[in-house]
T-cell receptor, first 114, second 112 residues
Framework: NAGVTQTPKFQVLKTGQSMTLQCAQD?????MYWYRQDPGMGLRLIYY???????DKGEVPNGYNVSRLNKREFSLRLESAAPSQTSVYFC?????????????FGPGTRLLVL | GQQLNQSPQSMFIQEGEDVSMNCTSS?????WLWYKQDPGEGPVLLIA?????ELTSNGRLTAQFGTTRKDSFLNISASIPSDVGIYFC????????????FGGGTRVLVKP
């Protein structure tokens, strides 16, 4: 099991460029999440998907869109990148059951917007 | 939104010492989670707590779900150098797909 995987690991964008961050999990989890982590701010939820076919806004959704492509994959898109979106982005997934709602994180994507 | 206040913000440890940190909130949570994050990595789940008063251990780590359901504590016994990192608490209020609220983290460093 690879767990939660994210691509790319690093990305540099110019202001106004677009890109999609990819996330996949092989744990058969129902719920998936996108967070951003900034110095001194902890982890803030951007969007989440409780189950395949549904997505909902989190705390800081502006400037982002998401797609739950299937049960395994949840992508995050920046349509027009801004310097304020420079951050580390983490994808996570969770499952009901023994560790209900405990979220498991990917290794992160480090994004720099110039 | 909800806030989780995590303290201390940072601490220095000496090998062999016991370490304690806590997380408090003005809101009630049904689940408390503790994560550790190493530099350049994603957070890794350490302990999950699901019941008020619950005390759970994972090796040298012990965490407790406060009886008021508004706080949680993490203890590390006999610390070792690899305990260095950032520890985050997180709370969940509802059912599947609901949002975790994270604390600001406790940065554990080694005493020079």
């Amino acid at each position: 099991n690879a767990g939660v995987t994210q691509t790319p690991k690093f990305q540099v964008l110019k202001t106004g460029q677009s890109m999609t961050l990819q996330c996949a999990q092989d744990m058969n989890h129902n719920s998936m999440y996108w967070y951003r982590q900034d110095p001194g701010m902890g982890l803030r939820l951007i969007y989440y998907s409780a189950s395949e076919g549904t997505t909902d806004k989190g705390e800081v959704p502006n400037g982002y869109n998401v797609s739950r492509l299937n049960k395994r994959e949840f992508s995050l898109r920046l349509e027009s990148a801004a310097p304020s979106q420079t951050s580390v982005y983490f994808c996570a997934s969770s499952v009901m059951g023994q560790f209900r709602e405990a979220q498991y994180f990917g290794p992160g994507t480090r994004l720099l917007v110039l | 939104g909800q806030q989780l206040n995590q303290s201390p913000q940072s601490m220095f440890i000496q090998e062999g010492e016991d370490v304690s940190m806590n997380c408090t909130s003005s809101s009630i949570f049904n689940t408390w989670l503790w994560y550790k994050q190493d530099p350049g990595e994603g957070p890794v789940l350490l302990i999950a707590l699901y019941k008020a008063g619950e005390l759970t251990s994972n090796g040298r780590l012990t965490a407790q779900f406060g009886t008021t359901r508004k706080d949680s504590f993490l203890n590390i016994s006999a610390s070792i150098p690899s305990d260095v990192g950032i520890y985050f608490c997180a709370g969940l209020q509802g059912a599947a797909g609901n949002k975790l609220t994270f604390g600001g983290g406790t940065r554990v460093l080694v005493k020079p």
